[in-house]
């Protein structure tokens, strides 16, 4: 089936163009456009992301990324001229037109989901409309990598699961334990900040732009990540939740208490206590629950340390590991195209309104 998705949970106007098929034992993903437009540097002078004005870029872009993603089939100016121009060719037909419903901005989320129903009104009156679960889009995000695209058997048959999953973005940090693609528990999450958050807030104690965690991962690649001594909290304690905000206020006071500290060296000592953690509490999980696979995603997981240490240590467990592309990591549509097909092949559905607080 050909889906169309819309993602604008955070500051990001994505639209993406995707085949799927295969259902659940064999789910394949051909993407045909992927598109982000993102906001970042109209928030950055903000230091973080302002919800109404979000709101307002998304309403920008929408119809411009619409555009762009039929640009090849549609010249442009069908649209400027007529803006009641219909899709009418087949070859361009969509079966589905998925829209992230939460979590996220309850201001942003309106935006896509009103433009979702507007498009499908106006353009697309067969499609179904599905609204997707974003942290599901980062949980499937694997099924984009490489290495599992266009393979059908990778599910079937190789020995992916029981897996343990890794979401680290900014809004959450969960370990889940996967016993197959629908069958799937929590089995911890932060307590106050999320990992994604406290590397932007950290960003900003060492005056680094919005969003911090590029940021830091690039002044760290100078640092020695061995200088400072950060707490990693929670490390050994005997549950899988995480808490990230000690470790920020250990940043702050440190700053405080050397003026004159090494920007670098503050970067990689906190990278270091940051994903130490995170690694050291998923491998814990991959071990006692005998997993095949450890599975990371969500927007921290585009940090080339991050995916270094655990590819290591997989390697070294004889297990697989399992990550998208870092494109994928950072919020996308394409992921929710993804979302919305494995929920879609559950016969699973979603009130069709902005839901801030949806969870897995
Ligand atoms: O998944 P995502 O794009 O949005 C949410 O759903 O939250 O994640 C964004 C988060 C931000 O906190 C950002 O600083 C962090 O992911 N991030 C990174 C890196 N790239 C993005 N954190 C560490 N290292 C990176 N390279
Ligand atoms: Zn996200």
Redesign the pocket.
Known sequence: MRILAIET??D?TALALLEAGGGLKAPKFKIIKNIVASQAAIHAHWGGVVPNLAKREHLKNLPIVFRQIFNDKFPISNFEKNPKFKIKNSKFKIDAIAVTVGP?LEPALWTGVNFAKKIRKNDFPKAKLVGAN?LEG?LYSFLLSQKNVNSKTKIRNSKIFPAVQLVA????TILILMKSLTNFRKLGETRDD????A??KV?RLLKLPY????E??KLAAQGDPNAISFPKPMINAKNYDFSFSGLKTAVLYYLRDHPRAKKADVAASFQKAAIDTLVSKTLRAAKEFKAKSIILS???A???N?RREFRLFCRKLSINFLSADKKF???NAAIIAVAAYIQYCQKKKRILRAQANLNL
């Not at 969003?211 to 590029?214: H, M, R, V």
């Open positions: 949970s955070c990001e996220g974003h980062h973005s900014g809004g959450h999320a990992v994604g958050e590397f932007d960003a969003p911090g965690g590029p830091i991962e969500g927007g921290v585009a940090n080339q991050l990591q950072t919020d």
